[in-house]
């Protein structure tokens, strides 16, 4: 079996194959691991039939493995992360025992020789025939493994089913796709922002003593609780004025700390100063939210920007999507075909994302259309639609669904259901905030031109009963120097969603954090 | 004033300058502002002195500014966050109300025209003479500003004088010139990971109920403490068994909950399914450490390499770090020369590192040099030296700046000290782990590959008194198609400590956290 030219195999086993491989193979090989990756091979122009002949290593988890020809030989579907595809492994009953090989979850690393499959019109132009299995990782007891069959279109294990076993879920192929463009998104994120416009990564602060009027209800951060021992008596409490509040103090960081709702406050320092910068934090909300649009600790990719205004802050967020979308459909062919198995429309919608423009409409445009939608009874919302109010996710839906098919910006907001910091428009009723509305999941960026101007700003937080103290800090930044700015927020995992077409926010994230649960 | 053929330079204070600036100076607009950057001008060859002629607006802070010619005019340095040069602006009576120009930390938004200095050998090749002022941000007061004369060398303030003022510091132009450092050791950290070397980025958890054998104290993450209530009613309290106990499935996540202290146990779900990965994540412990080199929450930057043993995980930290290195010689050439006027040999040290093969020492060695070194009276440790210790600080700072005076790495420690997760050598009484140890911070990686075998590595817990039941998840990545894998985490902000020679670590992160204080 094999090429009698070619070197005897147990060399290839030594510490470091790369040093042993021949070099065309050796060229091949994935740096600092023993293998070559399977998209390097089914990747190649013609499938990777070229490198018919060349013996190399591979090294993942077998999805499907099937004894045939009376025991005789088996074929596996290994997957080694890199792609979504699989490669067809061949190995003869004279190599090795072949019931440890198949069971779905097994890890095997082999060298072999990669041949073309005699069966003509094969799905894959190569597959590889063992000559040697340098590890097998068998499976303790393949009739409890939490994953078989991955590969049998009817015993898929469901989303909620995989949530239960995230330390596994990345086994699961459909998922590890889901990893892969998350990746390219974040990729996409930062050549967006530093090559192509010059924006600088900050790292914003994570724990917080900022306990400002936020996006939400905040996790708190301490090291005065004790989970083995008496606790009421290892609280601090302040002696008076009662009733006895925790004598905060005497935690880590001297005051009650949280854990972040946003980088902002941070970036608009640095922007305050002339620095374009965006952050991709993670950020946290301890809300009571059992949504499929809702988790407790989410990436929230920021961008703060400098001498903008509201206009430029808007072109800047169309901008970002449209690049991402066009990111995927030139990075990720074959996890997005993967992902259309289950949501059809996902190409085209991100298609759709990266060539149209985006629709601009006033609040008050938006209303309008709204009020008139349920006037001539094409649409019943529960929440009635007056001018005012706070737009609710089916009024956001509607206009992107329905109305315009395509991703809208809704700009100039009512001042009363924003926050502060919103720069007061000239018919002081409303604020320059702005939010990206797209298909599928409703708003996906929120923003706004920042209030610059001083006495505007402490006028504001007057009005809304803000009390100053807290914010004296930010009021510098408009003391001292200050500057136009805006800036925004995307909801990552949001992102993930309507790239993916994925139902649940749980299942675009490694770690799903929510509420009764933070597994791992 | 200014060419006559030009347009009207009302025309250029429309909303949007982009548009109705000549196309020349369009072209140098940096995108989504309306401004010109200053980097773009002054990074040109020659200095930006081709640029003579063009009219274009700049927006930044003043760094110093001075009225001269008996009040006809002022000259105003002026940085805009893009470079650590400021640009000379010059600006006539007649054009602005000179006096609320030049304090230092004022924001310009001017239009001018660039000129040649009438100065031979001026220090910059180009000035901007200011034609119309769009805004100025005045200091409210500017007796009261915190960061007077930052351009003076004798008034510059401390270290320690701008953390108190954290949201001005990026005002400051060696801080900002750390943070850019920083954005480009990340950029270079995606670059080695990602493009060089196929790994992708991961998200892992940061809040987890992992409460296992960490790497330090963890900071508790909860929902059950109210700032302003009557706490002691507030927590629920288990009834039994005495001593009453919190009920942590109160709590938000149904039990008590943590900050991370290492994505590790995350990455190695992902490398256990084939996956090359890496992370970027924020840290924490919650020690009580006032050193200068610890931070409570902190970047560690962890990959986790799949089919990878010990000396394949040396291999990629030595690559990664030399790379980074690199990198910065390549792209920070100004940045660095700032860092240099503090610490005259930190170019020289990013150049070493980058070119030099790390010294490869095994712990055993190790500890005979420095004993040696005792013996034969070179040196006197506070910490006694002997085999089976864990290597102090000033043990790791000898070995890299004295003896070796370059990057080492020391391997296979003795397993006494070290974490059960890592590789039972054949010898039986080292691990599979590795430090790199560079001059000025000392121990900059650590890494380990990681223990694969199932039994050995229950033997170990079993070894070390650790409960088996919450390592279950752990234990499965064993018990179901194992597979050798190592990894490492580099402490980032110790890499910005390194490249900048900065000397405390809390000058090399926007927001440091750290006991006592956690400021915005």
Not at 91 to 117: F, Q, R, Y
Not at 395 to 405: A, K
Not at 476 to 483: A, E, F, Q, V
Request: net charge neutral.
């Amino acid at each position: 079996m094999g090429d009698p030219t070619a070197p005897p195999v147990s060399e290839l086993a030594a510490a470091t194959l790369k040093d042993s491989v021949p070099p065309s193979a050796k060229s091949l090989m994935d740096s600092f691991t023993d293998r070559v990756l399977v998209r390097t091979i089914l990747s190649r122009p013609g499938g990777g039939a070229d490198l018919a002949g060349l013996r190399v290593p591979i090294c993942g988890l077998v999805q499907t493995g099937r004894v045939q020809g009376k025991g005789a030989f088996a074929f596996l579907e290994v997957n080694d992360g890199s792609c979504a595809a699989d490669l067809q492994v061949m190995v003869e009953a004279t190599v090795a025992d072949l019931s440890t090989l198949v069971p779905t979850g097994t890890c095997v690393h082999v060298v072999g020789m990669l041949k073309v499959p005699p069966k003509l019109g094969a799905k894959q132009k190569v597959e590889l025939h063992v000559e040697e299995v340098l590890h097998v990782g068998a499976l303790a007891d393949p009739a409890k493994y939490p994953l078989p069959n991955t590969n049998h279109p009817k015993k898929k294990p469901t989303p909620e089913y995989l949530r239960d076993w995230t330390h596994l879920r990345p086994r699961i192929k459909e998922f590890a796709a889901v990893i892969r463009i998350r990746d390219e998104l974040g990729e996409a994120t930062r050549k967006f922002f530093r090559e192509e416009h010059g924006f600088v990564h900050v790292d914003t602060g994570i724990i917080t003593t900022s306990d400002c009027e936020g996006a939400g209800k905040m996790f708190q951060v301490t090291t005065l609780l004790r989970k083995d021992e008496k606790q009421e008596k290892e609280l601090p409490l302040a002696a008076s004025p009662a009733p006895a509040k925790i004598d905060y103090s005497k935690d880590f960081f001297g005051q009650a700390a949280y854990l972040s709702v946003s980088g902002q406050l941070h970036l608009e320092t640095l922007a305050c100063a002339g620095h374009k910068v965006f952050t991709v934090g993670p950020t946290f909300r301890a809300e009571q939210s059992h949504t499929s649009r809702h988790l407790a600790e989410f990436r929230m990719v920021e961008a703060e920007i400098p001498n903008a205004d509201l206009e430029q802050d808007m072109k800047c967020a169309e901008a970002y999507v449209k690049y991402m979308c066009q990111w995927l459909l030139d990075k990720c062919h074959d996890d997005m075909q993967l992902m259309a198995e289950h949501d059809k429309g996902c190409i085209a919608r991100l298609k759709l994302v990266a060539s149209t423009p985006f629709i601009r409409l006033s609040y008050t445009e938006a209303v309008q259309l709204l009020e008139d939608a349920v006037k001539h009874g094409k649409k019943k919302f529960e929440k009635k639609v007056e001018w005012g109010i706070d737009l609710a996710s089916e009024h956001e839906r509607y206009l992107t669904e329905v109305i315009f098919q395509k991703p809208v910006i809704v700009y100039n907001y009512p001042k009363g259901i924003k926050a502060f910091y919103m720069r007061l428009n000239d018919d002081s009723k409303t604020v320059a905030a702005m939010d990206v509305l797209v298909p599928k999941v409703g708003e996906l960026i929120g923003g706004s031109q920042r209030e610059e101007r001083y006495e505007v700003l402490q006028q504001r937080m007057l009005e809304m009963g803000l009390p100053l103290e807290p914010y004296e800090k930010y009021l510098d930044l408009r003391r001292y120097g200050t500057m136009k700015h805006a800036g925004f927020g995307l909801g990552f995992e949001r992102m993930v969603l309507f790239s993916t077409g994925i139902d649940n926010i749980r299942d675009v994230i490694p770690f799903p954090r929510y509420p009764g649960r933070a597994d791992l």
